[in-house]
């Protein structure tokens, strides 16, 4: 009787990461059609042919979704960021350098990002699609406390620097970069942020935010528009 109970265990597995696989698959096909913002938990599980709670007991919500087609199933980089800034906004550049680079460096998540991110790098399709959810699920939470006549420019410049510090220290492996304790490397890059964030940029557009091309950019709308998940 107990063996028949392991074999029926062990024959239940497969099926349900059958299910996650068929989850996955249609993620990535409504994220590709949709856009990051079009698609969601609802959508995705109407595809999958399964009802909304079977993903999110998978993968929880959208961002987290997303991140696992992408193979980052084991980071929610929304909630670092969250976390790093809250608090005075007086040295907020420090704290986010170091809360992301001690994600990166948790031996839960970070072996898996040095290798899934490269990958998703390399795929056309994955890679048109990390702005829209960098926009959404990251940068969301840096810009709701900045200036909002600025908070676009400040996100999308603090964004360029956390982008290049990853790639630099865990995908090429740049030295001394990539030995430096993450403390050293935020006491280093932390200034540059934090201006980036709260400081003078000398030139930057006051007034109504606008993007490259001229046109105005709604953050208030976007932000509002992007606060529920994807549910």
């Known amino acids: 009787m107990d063996a028949e109970r392991g074999a029926t265990r062990r024959g239940r597995r497969p099926a349900g990461q059958e299910t996650r696989g068929q989850i996955l698959a249609a993620a990535r096909d409504e994220f590709l059609e949709q856009g990051y913002d079009g698609a969601s938990v609802r959508s995705v599980a109407r595809r999958a042919g ?47 350098v170091r809360h992301v680079l001690d994600a990166w460096d948790a031996d839960d998540a970070g072996a898996g990002i040095r290798i899934a991110l490269p990958v998703a790098l390399a795929d056309p399709d994955r890679r048109a699609l990390l702005p829209q959810f960098l926009g959404a699920e990251v940068l969301g939470p840096i810009a709701a406390r ?11 410049l603090a964004a360029t620097q956390i982008v290049g510090v990853l790639l630099a220290r865990y995908v090429v492996g740049l030295e001394p970069l990539a030995s430096l304790p993450s403390s050293e490397v935020a006491a280093l890059v932390g200034p540059t942020l934090e201006r980036y964030l709260v400081g003078d940029l000398g030139g930057a557009p006051a007034g109504s ?4 091309r001229g046109e105005p950019v709604a953050v208030a709308a976007s932000q509002e528009q992007n606060s529920s998940h994807g549910e």
């Not at 993903?55 to 670092?80: E, N």
Request: proline share 10%; aromatic share 4%; hydrophobic share 45%.
């Open 146 to 156: 900045l200036d909002p006549a600025t908070a676009r420019l400040r996100a999308t």
């Open 209 to 212: 935010p606008e993007d490259p």
């Open 50 to 96: 399964v009802d909304p709670g079977t993903v999110r007991h998978w993968f929880g919500d959208k961002a987290h979704l997303f991140a696992a087609t992408i193979g980052l199933s084991d980071v929610d980089p929304a909630a670092v960021v969250r976390a790093a800034v809250e608090g005075p906004l007086e040295g907020i550049g420090a704290r986010v």
